[in-house]
């Protein structure tokens, strides 16, 4: 190669391995410091910028996606308890008649939105630690991912405890706040509505 491209006995370049990958920055920065000449360093972070900018970017943007499924959930979740609340009017009238005050209906049908939600937080967390984890078999046994096209040849998948506290808080004032206007409708049943038609 030298001899093509006519570059006497000089190196083109060198690439220097390290047992630890996190350090490539720092060693990089040491051999621009020590070398003598018209020499530069770049390590696998600087050939990767762009990969690392992207993934910045698609952060937000996967929060907001996610964030338009929980919003369209809490909107089925609300139209539930709405059903829920109509079939449940002559229930309702008999516990307002048994003593039951406007709150306790209040609390029975926000209870049950926001156990709606806990179940979609919890069994969601389940499924996405599990898809997580399958991948990862499935990315060191088969190579899921091929270096000559992506530029990496594996991704190590880290859950991230904060970013899941955010959704599920998110989630659960959505939940919350969705459960607010059937509740409501609910509470303000009188018996004598209720119980009309029984």
């Known amino acids: 190669v030298q001899k093509f491209g006519r570059m006497g006995d000089r190196y083109r370049g060198l690439i220097v391995r390290l047992k630890d990958a996190d350090r490539a920055r720092e060693a990089a920065f040491n051999l621009n410091a020590n070398l003598e ?81 806990g179940g979609g937080v919890f069994l969601g967390t389940l499924a996405g630690v599990l898809f997580s984890f399958l991948f990862q078999v499935l990315q060191n046994h088969f190579g899921l991912l091929q270096g000559s096209v992506y530029r990496v040849d594996t991704i190590e998948v880290s859950i991230e405890f904060r970013d899941w506290i955010v959704i599920a808080v998110t989630t659960m004032v959505i939940s919350l706040l969705a459960t607010l206007a059937p509740a409501i409708k609910g509470a303000r049943i009188q018996p004598v509505e209720g119980l009309r038609y029984e």
């Open 37 to 117: 000449g018209d020499y530069r360093t770049r390590d696998w972070k600087d050939l990767n910028e762009n990969l690392f900018e992207a993934v910045r970017i698609e952060k937000p943007i996967i929060f907001c996606v996610v964030f338009l499924i929980v919003i369209i959930a809490a909107i089925n979740i609300s139209s539930l308890l709405y059903v829920t609340v109509v079939q449940r009017f002559p229930d309702i009238a008999i516990l307002k008649t048994v003593g039951v005050s406007r709150k306790g209906i209040l609390t029975i049908f926000t209870l049950q939105g926001v156990l709606i939600g």
